[in-house]
């Protein structure tokens, strides 16, 4: 957290518009320059604070996501008691308050033995944000306050998909939310975390809705963007390996859910949903649904699935208390103990850490020492190939191109950059560039000539040089 340098892509990005908003002194979102209204600004405006309170440092922003990882960890944890205290009040019964406590930490230890947790408690992302949302919805459903600020936390980082469990829970109380009362404490949980949207699209107009809504929403469910292919086993191959034998058991407490359920329905009818108590029923599958969107989305993301991560986990406290066997339900918790420990320790203290930051990163870290700003960036030419490919394919959004390959150069160069895919462009106007980024197969290409003749090499890093003129 403290010695490696913002990744590529999402890491930078967000550092990056929490930086512009401090250099600029305003609340709108831009990215080198350029309106950004990919994501709600609630974690963006964390990272501006860390930029102001203690400069441009990684350890802060990262800090952030680490502490609401220790909040989901401690919410699934208090979301195991609340599941056990309602479907298993005769279990119970039956064991002391000690080994209550063990066995409600057994899905959060699952959650902290997978890659999803480690990776995503280390580096900056909206991803545990929403994870963390919904989870501290379920937790406080009955708190109008406490569910008002997960679900805002939610809405605010990952815009509309923070409203998943409050659909379920409209969904699952159709018939009492229909009151007046109730109905105006929904308007409010559903107006105010959309305040930056409602906000923005005053603001912004249709721009907005391009670039917000129909780019980043509606075109990722109907289209691959960006190349994001993916066959329809995609997401459950992800969840076995970042899982590991976690999921074989997720996999039968699902089942077994689905009967239970199905069986509850089939006795009770519409009067299943008048039963608070098979509420924790409809928490427990609500992963599934959501897996289902994801399937049959076309763009396919892996990291799309760390939301539901923690309440597949969730799921294993069902089966724990299934068991009913009080040694077998000692042996299962001790497993995930002992398995936890192995896991977190590996991924965590153990680990040998040996990074060497991208020859882009390290690029810009040694131009930023150069007091000229008009930075000139050429693409190379797989990545020119490669926009042609998705602009001839309409798999293309407004912002695919702003990010130039590597939003890191953009954060560590800290001055504005201008990415041009046409080299003949650089050709027509080399001799009012201050500095240049290029790459090694056009920079020898005998076209560049009078540019190698203009310019002198000040940074080089791998195929890459960082130039700047010499002649006028």
């Known amino acids: ?82 599941i056990v205290r309602n479907l298993f009040s005769k279990e119970l019964d039956k064991i002391s308050n000690l080994l209550f406590q063990l066995y409600c930490l057994v899905p959060s230890l699952a959650l902290a033995s997978t ?18 949302a919904w989870m501290g919805y379920f937790v406080y459903r009955n708190n109008f306050r406490g569910k008002l600020i997960f679900l ?10 923070g409203f998943y469990p409050f659909i379920l829970d409209l969904f699952f109380n159709y018939t009492i939310l229909l009151k007046p009362r109730e109905m105006l404490k929904n308007s409010i949980l559903i107006v105010l975390p959309l305040t930056w949207h409602i906000c923005s699209l005053l603001l912004y107009g249709y721009y907005f809705v391009q670039q917000h809504i129909l780019d980043h929403m509606f075109s990722r469910v109907l289209e691959p ?20 034998w976690i999921v074989i058991l997720v996999g039968i407490t699902v089942v077994l859910l689905a009967i239970d359920v199905l069986i509850r329905i089939s006795k009770q009818k519409l009067s299943f949903f008048k039963n608070e108590i098979n509420w924790y029923y409809v928490v427990l599958i609500s992963p599934i649904p959501y897996l289902i969107f994801l399937t ?12 539901i991560t923690p309440l597949f986990c969730l799921s294993l406290i069902y089966l724990l208390f299934r068991i009913k066997n009080k040694y077998l339900m000692i042996i299962f918790t001790s497993i995930f103990t002992i398995y936890f420990f192995i896991s977190f320790l590996s991924a965590t203290y153990t680990q040998v ?28 030419n797989e990545e020119r190939i490669r926009k042609n490919l998705l602009e001839a394919s309409k798999m293309a959004i407004q912002t695919s191109f702003i990010y130039g390959g590597s939003p890191a ?59 700047k003129r010499t002649m006028l």
């Open 409 to 467: 150069f953009i954060y560590y160069v800290n001055k504005p950059v201008h990415f041009i895919y046409k080299p003949e462009e650089i050709l027509a106007k080399y001799k009012s560039i201050d500095l240049l980024v290029i790459n090694e197969s056009d920079f020898q290409n005998s076209e560049f000539t009078k540019v190698r003749d203009t310019f002198a090499i000040k940074c080089k890093e791998g195929e890459w040089y960082g130039l």
């Open 152 to 161: 805002t936390l939610g809405v605010m980082t990952k815009s509309f998909l």
């Open 115 to 132: 890659g999803f947790f480690t990776d995503r408690a280390t580096i900056i992302n909206m991803d545990i944000f929403l994870a963390t």
């Open 1 to 82: 957290m403290l010695q490696v340098p913002f990744h590529d892509w999402d890491e930078s990005i967000y550092a990056q518009v929490g930086k512009e908003i401090t250099t600029d002194k305003h609340l709108n979102m831009s990215y080198n320059g350029f309106v950004w209204l990919e994501k709600p600004p609630l974690f963006i405006y964390m990272i501006a604070v860390t930029h102001l309170l203690f400069g441009q440092q990684v350890f802060w922003p990262r800090l952030i996501t680490l502490l609401m990882s220790v909040l989901l960890f401690f919410l699934t944890y208090q979301l195991s008691k609340q």
């Open 225 to 244: 963007i960006e190349l994001h292919f993916g066959n329809k086993n995609y997401y459950f191959e992800y969840l076995y390996r970042d899982m590991n």
């Open 353 to 380: 850490l040996i990074y060497t930051p991208p020859e882009k990163t390290r690029l810009a870290m040694c131009m930023q020492k150069i007091p000229e700003t008009n930075i000139f960036f050429l693409i190379n």
């Open 296 to 307: 049959l989305s076309k763009s396919k993301l892996y990291w799309y699935l760390y939301s």
